[in-house]
């Protein structure tokens, strides 16, 4: 073979004359006669082989060449047989590769073989894949239908896996020996990466479905970057298709996942990565896909191969000071993928402990992020961390509170990652979370005080003196010398001949590895004391080491030598000083010294250890009180993780998790589902699904955790319990029947229990009985025994409980449409009630009241003729109470005379107890209250009940004719039914209102004769000034006034004197609560006493004022009060120093701005009322309050007519401060081009008070406002009304001469003539004249419409109001005459049934 095959750059290349030896292509055979040569083309193959190519190579050149005229199918054809010499070059040139006998020729046909097998099949392929993308888009689906594709397209996946496959299986060759010198081609490499590239641009490539395709290139492109030198290249491809191509990120962290890790190309992560360092922040904020890419491509590479992107991560956190936010936050998350799984644990050296801790410190740098996602992703990456225990100790304090901070920013994303951070921090920490911080506190003081003691200890004892080894050497030299001197003598080695035989033997065996080991042993001798030993050792080292140093001297052994021998071995060098001291032997004293440090080292870390420990606490606290409070945020999402996050604190036995358990209860009501399911699935996981060996031992655990719930549990929370329980006893559980049973036992005492758990078994019982009543009316008998029986006097408490329990039953009867289930007067259970209430009457028990309220009204819900047996209750505890003050002294009473008898033994103030009278008193209000319930409920619904069967039973009289007729007069009839029903209704409506009119206060009801006494009692609270006394005769009163008008009527004067008057916060909050029930029973006679409501909300005491704004809110909100100017006295509360009180407030608003317009209309009038001087209001105070109340405005057109209401108040206004106040009110408003037209055209109003800094200042941050994001049209009005505002504060209105002005206000000159005037100030007020103050002559009429009053007529000395027509008179004096009580202003007209039937 003469020629060679050049891969072209262009295809068209082929066909041009080449160089010398060159493949050039003879014939392009036409479209239409290619079928002949594909067959010659496949029996060449079938023939030949692989090697047919080299002659069949221009039949596929010309398919290439023509592929848009080529039929698809011949392509097809071209494509399997180009698939099939690929395969077989790779099936036989293994053996080819390995053969010694290849001549060169041979190899040349090989390589051309296979460069133009490979070159065909790439562009072929490449050019499917562009058919295929094109067909894709063409028949993209639309909204509903279904995709399609061309007919020959449907298997290009599959055969475009099996091209890879077969190019991947050719290339792992090692065929680069077909090439001189191993040197392959660059456009070969090209050719094969080209097409490796462009499939990888196919929007599919990312899905999970093209997963074989995907694996198949990034292995490809592994053995062209390995084998064939494309380390480069990939690199700077990667980075241009990151750029274009979006979804290629995950593809490519993966590639280069593979190619740094099983290919062994580490290097490829190193280019990758700085060509993305390099990018500049200017680049990538152009680039607004490829920056997306970028972060993604880091984040996921990260993910992957972390312990690679430490050696690069220098270049990637440059990119943490630029702009982009997402590039921020991939380089963050890359960083904490590195630190949980490369630099974590104990084994790290002293670099890789710095490494972890810079990054820390970045990440903590970036928890204050400018932008919210970088902040949520950096507290997400801590999560990861902490959940990974990757945290070190140091870091935990520091970290948290970072995050505790966190939960106040603004963004709710970041909110939410902080809580889940938290979550992670309680669920893995190495603390005790059980200890509060006040627990924690005196361990951590005692053992503090022990460090300090142990401390001073060690520092109360003399240092010890270090006396140095000359010093040592000189006090023992003359002994040593006489030593010496001894041993050198031969009369006394003679004498000693036999010690030394044995010191000899001892020596031998004592004998040292060297002169450096017999030196110390040496100086071990002379330290000790030992001389003789010394310098028999020293001169046996002489002749053990005669080349020694050390004993070099001895050659002739005198006792100068001798002794200069010891002194150097003795004092030596430092070094030789240093190995003496550390082989010396260890001292008592030393090793006490030793003891002692170690000790205090253990105590040191105890107390830090206990100081970590209650840093943490105080945090965690910290966080339970701020996660708690927004379990009632109006974001969703951030309600879900507060509920998680006290579930996961409640788990971990947190101390104070509880509160956040209890906090979350009420939201089992709230309106949105997922917050409801989040709720309850989290009581289901806490409680409802308990743990345990046996069924019996989880009933235990469960009620055991509820009733730990129920401890000092409120009511409301006992009521948001019961949808727990009933969902659970509803639910089917297997464990439902052993519950009952556990709870029975603790109840009736079988079990051991306190009396607080025994409590709540009982009520647990009544919510277990609402979902399924027989558990508790099946065992009423024990509930009476039990909680009823002798002992009820001594835990009235748990009476009150099981009556509760017993009321649960009734609610599912009451519902029901049959005859209502009540017992007979004699049961046992009325006959244990009425004994425990005539008994606890003479009693002073605390808890009475609370248990004779539930006992009545169960009473009256499951009793025949109740009022029969209270009215037998009543005298009976009457007599009983006449008993006690017979046996006091006083004889001759009867119940008869129960009046006056009273009032006597009251008058001697002391045959009575007060505290008796005053249970008394409140049986009787109780049993008027539930009287007047009885009737209006029950009785009425039975009255209905009743009607209702007499006209079944009359219908199903009627005969078949009656019924035809029935039926050809349908409509009529139904209309006159209609009717017929509603005057039936009346009717009885009205049989109800006479009896309580007239019946139930009648003289020979038992209840007349007690109303007396209370309008005494409540009246003369000087004579009955027991606080019980008084509390108990007020409620009563008010119970009372329900029963009619007419008594409403006859004693609402002295009740608002009550309210006004008593010095008891407690009655004055009862009076507002009892006034508020009375307003919704009868309006009209309530409506004229509105203002004396709302001057509750000034009281001095906190829960007064409390109560009140709750009263009114309910009132305002239910439409039974009219919303009037009044409301101003609510707004003053937004600024109350009490957290709750302001809460309140804000609810209200909240509430009202719903309904439409309301505020809106409201706000000039409250301006008014607080900003009157008599109200003394701070400017600080009126903003506050402003700010809150106009952040309600957003309507643009409300913001428009607010602007020239409040404009022309400046008119009115009497005093500086007011004007200072509309101004400020002026430019709370969100201002737009309308509402500044609207100033504008104003400006006579405000323009003479330009003077003063606190009209000017307000006015001026107006157009500072409306000035950003302004057009320039409008930007240029704004600076020119500035400029007028401006002139006139600095030189006053007089002084200002502008042609423009003139021109747009023709007449300015005159108005302000006539405006500017000096009026005399209030007597109140400060001596000098005001400028610019308004005409002191206004009308007295109502500035409804808020425009500016006229002048009056009227010769009277003129008087300027601030108010609105429903301004209320002046408060008087709060013990009012019969003439003082206010008359019917706005009658509230009830319409009847009848009326709204027909409506």
Not at 43 to 63: K, M, N, W
Not at 165 to 175: E, G, K, P, R, S
Not at 604 to 628: C, G, H, P
Not at 836 to 845: K, P
Request: aromatic residues 6%; glycine residues 4%; proline residues 4%.
């Amino acid at each position: 073979m003469s020629w060679d095959f050049f891969v072209p750059v262009c295809v068209g290349d082929l066909v041009k004359t080449g160089g010398i030896n060159q493949y050039v292509v003879q014939d392009v055979v036409p479209p239409k006669q290619l079928p002949p040569y594909i067959c010659k083309f496949k029996a060449a193959l079938r023939s030949q082989g692989p090697s047919c190519i080299l002659e069949h190579f221009d039949t596929g050149y010309s398919v290439l060449q023509q592929c848009n005229a080529v039929n698809l199918s011949l392509k097809e054809d071209t494509l399997e047989l180009l698939l099939q010499v690929v395969s077989g070059l790779a099936a036989s040139l293994p053996a080819f590769l390995v053969s010694t006998s290849v001549s060169a020729a041979e190899r040349k046909e090989k390589l051309n073989a296979v460069k133009m097998s490979v070159y065909l099949l790439c562009k072929l392929t490449e050019i499917f894949e562009g058919d295929s993308c094109r067909q894709s888009i063409v028949t993209a689906p639309g909204k509903g239908g279904k995709k399609g594709k061309g007919d020959g397209l449907l298997q290009w996946d599959s055969e475009r896996e099996k091209v890879l496959q077969a190019l991947l299986q050719l290339l792992q060759l090692d065929i680069r020996s077909l090439w001189s010198l191993s040197l392959v081609e660059e456009e070969f490499i090209s050719c094969v990466t080209c097409c490796c590239y462009k499939l990888l641009e196919n929007p599919t490539i990312s899905h999970v479905k093209s997963k074989p395709t995907r694996d198949c290139i990034i292995h490809l492109l592994g053995v062209l970057i390995k084998k064939y030198n494309h380390l480069l290249g990939a690199s700077v491809k990667v980075i241009q298709l990151l750029q274009h191509f979006e979804q290629l990120s995950s593809v490519f962290a993966q590639a280069v996942s593979v190619w740094s890790t099983e290919y062994g190309v580490r290097a490829i992560i190193g280019e990758v990565i700085r060509e993305i360092g390099q990018r500049s922040s200017e680049e990538l904020a152009r680039d607004a896909s490829g920056v997306k890419a970028f972060s993604s491509f880091i984040a996921e590479l990260g993910s992957l191969v972390p312990e690679l992107m430490l050696p690069n991560i220098s270049v990637l956190i440059t990119h943490l000071e630029g702009e982009s936010h997402t590039m921020r936050v991939a380089v963050c998350e890359v960083l904490g993928e590195i630190l949980v799984r490369v630099l974590c644990g104990d084994k790290l050296d002293d670099s890789g402990k710095a490494d972890r801790d810079r990054f820390f410190d970045t990440l903590q740098e970036h928890l204050h992020d400018t932008h919210s996602h970088v902040r949520a992703r950096v507290l997400q990456v801590y999560a990861r961390i902490v959940n990974s225990k990757a945290l070190p100790l140091c870091k935990y304090s520091e970290v948290m509170e970072l995050a505790v901070g966190r939960l106040m920013d603004k963004s709710i994303n970041a909110v939410k990652s902080a809580i889940q951070l938290l979550a992670a921090f309680i669920a893995h920490n190495p603390y005790s979370c059980k200890l509060s911080s006040a627990d924690l506190k005196k361990p951590l003081e005692k053992e503090a005080a022990k460090l300090r003691g142990m401390k001073e200890k060690l520092e109360g004892k003399a240092p010890v003196a270090v006396i140095k080894a000359s010093e040592l050497w000189a006090a023992m030299e003359p002994e040593l010398l006489v030593t010496v001197m001894a041993e050198l003598e031969p009369i006394r080695k003679e004498a000693e001949e036999d010690d030394e035989d044995e010191d000899d033997e001892r020596e031998k065996d004592n004998k040292a590895e060297n002169d450096r080991a017999t030196a110390v042993m040496v100086a071990q001798y002379l330290r000790v004391n030992k001389y003789r030993n010394a310098v028999r050792l020293c001169i046996k080292g002489y002749g053990w080491f005669p080349e020694s140093d050390m004993f070099a001297s001895l050659s002739d052994i005198t006792p100068e030598t001798l002794m200069d021998t010891l002194a150097l071995i003795f004092k030596g060098s430092d070094d030789d000083t240093a190995d003496l001291s550390q082989n010396l032997p260890p001292t008592p004293q030393k090793e006490a010294e030793e003891a002692e440090a170690g000790e205090l080292k253990k105590q040191e870390m105890l107390v830090q250890y206990l100081k970590d420990t209650e840093t943490f606490a105080l945090q965690v606290e910290r966080a339970i009180s701020v996660i708690n409070s927004m379990l009632y945020w109006k974001t969703t999402s951030v309600v879900q993780e507060a509920v998680q996050f006290c579930v996961t604190v409640c788990e971990f036995s947190v101390a104070n998790s509880v509160s956040g358990v209890r906090k979350m209860l009420p939201l089992v009501w709230s309106a949105d589902a997922a917050i409801k399911d989040a709720v309850v699935q989290a009581y289901k996981r806490l409680y409802l699904n308990p743990q345990g060996d046996s069924i019996r031992m989880k009933a235990h655990t469960l009620v055991d955790s509820l009733s730990e719930l129920m401890v000092d549990a409120s009511l409301g929370t006992i009521q948001c319990l019961e949808e727990i329980v009933q969902e659970f006893f509803g639910s089917g559980s297997n464990l439902q029947s052993t519950v009952v049973q556990v709870l029975w036992e603790r109840f009736t005492g079988k079990r051991e229990t306190s009396n607080l758990h025994r409590r709540a078994a009982v009520l647990l019982l009544g919510m277990a009985a609402r979902a399924e009543r027989e558990v508790v009316l099946s065992n009423l008998d024990t509930l009476c025994s039990v909680a009823l029986g002798e002992k009820v006097t001594e835990d009235f408490l748990l009476a009150r409980d099981a009556v509760i329990t017993i009321s649960s039953i009734t609610n599912h009867v009451r519902q029901s449409k049959g005859a209502p289930f009540r017992l007979p007067q004699d049961h046992q259970l009325f006959t244990c009630l009425t004994q425990a209430i005539a008994e606890g009457v003479v009693m002073e028990d605390p808890y009475w009241q609370s248990f004779m309220e539930q006992a009545v009204r169960l009473l009256y819900f499951m009793a025949e003729s109740p009022d029969q047996l209270c009215s037998r209750l009543l005298q009976r505890c009457a007599r009983l109470l006449l008993d006690q003050i017979a046996e006091g002294g006083e004889l001759g009473k009867d119940a008869s005379q129960m009046q006056d008898g009273s009032q006597e033994s009251n008058e001697s103030g002391e045959q009575v107890n007060c505290v008796c009278l005053a249970q008394l008193l409140a049986l009787c209000g109780c049993v008027a209250f539930w009287q007047v319930s009885h009737l209006e409920r029950s009785v009425s619904a039975e009255l209905r009940r009743r009607r209702g069967e007499t006209e079944e039973r009359a219908e199903k009289e009627k005969g078949p004719s009656s019924k035809a007729k029935h039926a050809a007069n349908e409509s009529a009839m139904e209309e006159e039914l209609g009717l017929m029903g509603a005057s039936a209704e009346d009717t009885e409506a009205e049989l109800i209102r006479k009896i309580c009119e007239t019946e139930l206060l009648a003289e020979e009801n038992l209840l007349c004769a007690f109303l007396p006494l209370l309008v005494r009692v409540c009246s003369s609270p000087g004579r009955y000034s027991h606080p019980q006394l008084t509390t108990a005769a007020c409620l009563a009163l008010s119970q009372y006034m329900m029963i009619s008008p007419s008594v409403c009527e006859e004693n609402i004067r002295l009740m608002f004197t009550v309210l006004e008057r008593s010095a008891l916060p407690v009655v004055r909050a009862n009076a507002v609560i009892a006034l508020g029930d009375l307003t919704v029973r009868f309006p009209n006679i309530l409506e004229p006493w509105t203002q004396n409501l709302y001057a509750r909300l000034s009281d001095e005491v906190p829960s007064v004022r409390q109560t009140a704004v709750t009263v009114l809110t309910q009132l305002v909100l239910k439409d039974v009060l009219k919303v009037k100017g009044q409301v101003s006295e609510v707004a003053v509360l937004l600024i109350d120093p009490e957290h709750h009180i302001t809460s309140l407030a804000l609810n209200f608003f909240n509430e009202l701005a719903s309904k439409d317009n309301a505020i809106y209309n409201l706000l000039p009038d409250i301006i008014s009322r607080l900003s009157d001087p008599e109200r003394g209001m701070t400017s600080e105070d009126f903003n506050t309050i402003m700010k809150q109340l106009f952040s309600y405005i957003t309507k643009e057109r409300q913001t428009e007519s607010l602007v020239e209401k409040l404009c022309q108040r400046f008119r009115t206004a009497k005093t500086e401060r007011q004007w200072c106040d509309l101004a400020m009110s002026l430019s709370l408003l969100s201002m737009c081009e309308r509402g500044f037209k609207r100033l504008q055209e104003c400006w006579e109003c405000y323009s003479d008070k330009l003077t003063e800094p606190g009209v000017y200042q307000p006015l001026l941050s107006i157009t500072a406002k409306l000035r950003r994001g302004a057009k320039a049209q409008f930007k240029a009005q704004v600076d020119e009304f500035e400029k007028r505002l401006t002139a006139v504060h600095t030189r006053g209105l007089e002084n200002v001469e502008s042609p423009e002005m003139d021109e747009e206000n023709p007449k300015e000159g005159g108005s302000s003539e006539k405006t500017v005037m000096r009026t005399p100030l209030p007597t109140r007020g400060r001596a000098r004249p005001k400028r610019g103050q308004a005409t002191p002559s206004v009308s007295g009429r109502g500035d409804e419409s808020f425009v500016t009053p006229q002048r009056s007529r009227r010769s009277k000395k003129p008087v300027i109001t601030f108010s609105s027509e429903e301004e209320e008179e002046d408060e008087e004096d709060a013990v009012m005459a019969e003439s003082e009580t206010p008359k019917v202003t706005t009658p509230i007209a009830r319409t009847s049934r009848r009326t709204r039937l027909r409506n």
